[in-house]
């Protein structure tokens, strides 16, 4: 269980959680109050079948229903996602060390990289799973500090001041458009619901864990336990953020660097080597979790079970080799690290989630048509993001695609089905061509702010006001030249976070 926990949330929650606390509240808890019941679905419907035969590879599963081709493409999905989303999360070990050594970013990859490629390729799942156990008390151990150190600090002024912020929120009620808004429960509890139930269900790093119980039952109680910790673990996190905020009294901190710069700045040097060895402990447990479970699903579902340990010691160490250049080779970005860990593995998670509800289907379903429905799954969530659908949502999306296909072929057949996709495909590009839209926004945007340039401009917006890329009116109107003198807002504030009717004062708001 507690290498459940350590595997899937690592350095992204030392690193980004208290970030989003600092600037923002405690929103993210929503998602987590989703992971519990997606875990609840996981022992339901999915363990039983793992705990049924002798498999090493979840993707085994889907091979003894739909064949060894089917089982090859969902091991390359895992294969490719896992690969990503560690890179990503490398990417946030090394903030932390750059921020409190001082070494440069790529030092940091490189020690931290080898010293876990040496233990991992030495012990196996035995050592990674007591290793993880021991580095997830620690660096949850690591969050605890800061609090207590806040709190019997001079610094600390009570609580109050977090309460008139309003930075001890949880629950996001209002919202302009579900579907395009992460945060709002309805996106963010559902969300969560379905991330748990397709990473803990369908990834193999995560379900590799549970593997390794006796039996169903004690794979059972790691699984959903695991949900409840990894609530308890964001609280402490989401906390420590907050009390960060009220310690320095609420001063700019740069993104994802929020706790790790307290750290340096305030913490005394024998609890900053506690904390440091927490942020190392983290980026440690999944790093040997993602090396192990790739080499795994490489040598159980393409090559032969019964190669040799030298042979297997290899491909670990081929993919913990793959993994840190891809984290030299990652860029931060504008978002926090914890969201865009989370939204790389959505992509992904919603066609394989799929395959796996299908499996326990009594239908015999051909290669082709799953192959279709699974690429057409992850293609539609890349449309979803073009269309400026919230992350949240890609998951449950595309599993609805995937099983509407898989079912759809298979009752239409393939050819009568592929033809009538493709009508329905180009008659929507077509209508979308002929009536190319443009808001007033992108109107201005491509005059270039002509009509207000060199006037005193006062705009009502707030954060819905951007464009289909993202990109918001203010900073759009500021990079062309335009004076904006005053910016009004509407009912919940700039930030849409505000009660229904509540006083927003006047105030800063920072666009990144």
């Known amino acids: 269980m507690f290498s459940i926990v350590a595997t899937e949330t690592s350095v992204l929650t030392f690193v980004s959680v208290p970030g989003l606390a600092y600037r923002s509240d405690w929103f993210f808890l929503q998602l987590a109050m989703g992971y519990i019941l997606g875990r609840v679905l996981v022992s339901i419907f999915l363990l039983p079948q793992y705990f049924k035969g002798n498999i090493t590879s979840i993707y085994e599963v889907l091979g003894s229903s739909f064949g060894k081709p089917v089982q090859k493409t969902a091991s390359g999905i895992f294969l ?4 990503f989303a560690d890179g990503v999360r490398f990417l946030a070990t090394a903030v932390v060390v750059q921020v409190v050594t001082g070494w440069p970013i790529w030092v940091a990859v490189l020690i931290i990289g080898v010293v876990t490629m040496v233990y991992t390729l030495s012990g196996g799942i035995r050592t990674v799973l007591w290793v993880d156990s021991f580095q997830f008390v620690l660096y949850l151990a690591g969050g605890i500090i800061v609090i207590v150190f806040i709190l019997n600090s001079a610094h600390f ?7 008139e912020a309003g930075k001890t929120r949880i629950f996001r009620f209002t919202t302009d458009n579900m579907f395009t808004d992460a945060w709002f429960f309805g996106s963010a509890f559902f969300g969560g619901v379905l991330l748990s139930f397709a990473s803990h269900g369908a990834d193999y790093m995560m379900v590799q864990r549970v593997l390794t119980c006796g039996n169903l039952n004690s794979a059972r109680k790691a699984m959903i336990g695991s949900g409840f910790f990894v609530l308890l673990q964001f609280a402490i996190f989401l906390l420590a953020g907050s009390l960060i905020w009220v310690f320095t009294g609420g001063i700019e901190l740069t993104k994802d660097r929020e706790l790790s710069t307290f750290i340096v700045n305030h913490l005394p040097v024998e609890v900053r080597g506690i904390l440091l060895a927490g942020v190392l402990s983290a980026a440690m447990s999944t790093l040997s979790s993602s090396i192990n479970s790739l080499a795994s699903s490489t040598i159980h579902d393409w090559m032969k079970k019964n190669i040799s340990l030298k042979r297997s010691m290899m491909v670990s160490g081929v993919w913990a080799i ?5 984290a030299l080779l990652f860029d931060e970005g504008n978002t926090a690290v914890v969201v865009l860990g989370l939204k790389i593995a959505s992509f992904t998670y919603g066609g394989l989630l799929g395959l796996f509800i299908l499996s326990r289907s009594k239908q015999e379903f051909t290669t082709p048509v799953l192959i279709i429905g699974l690429l057409l799954s992850l293609g539609s969530v890349f449309f979803l993001q073009w269309l400026g659908v919230a992350w949240t949502w890609f998951i449950g999306a595309a599993v609805i695609l995937n099983l509407a296909v898989v079912y759809g072929l298979h009752y239409a057949g393939l050819k009568k089905g592929i033809g009538l996709a493709g ?20 109107v201005l945007v491509e005059k270039g702010f002509a009509d207000l340039k060199g006037k005193n401009v006062g705009v009502v917006v707030n954060h819905t006001s951007v464009d ?6 203010i900073k759009l109107a ?15 504030g700039f930030t849409g976070v505000a009660g229904a009717g509540e006083n927003v004062e006047d105030g800063m708001e920072f666009l990144t």
């Open 423 to 442: 009508i329905i495909f180009l008659a929507g590009y077509f209508s979308l061509v002929d009536g190319q839209y443009q808001n007033g926004l992108e």
């Open 80 to 83: 490719i996602t896992r690969l």
């Open 322 to 326: 793959l993994l840190i250049l891809l």
């Open 478 to 492: 500021y990079d062309s030249g335009v004076k904006i003198k005053a910016v009004f807002t509407p009912e919940h």
């Open 157 to 163: 002024s009570g609580w109050e001041p977090l309460v």
């Open 468 to 473: 289909q890329h993202g990109n918001h009116l």
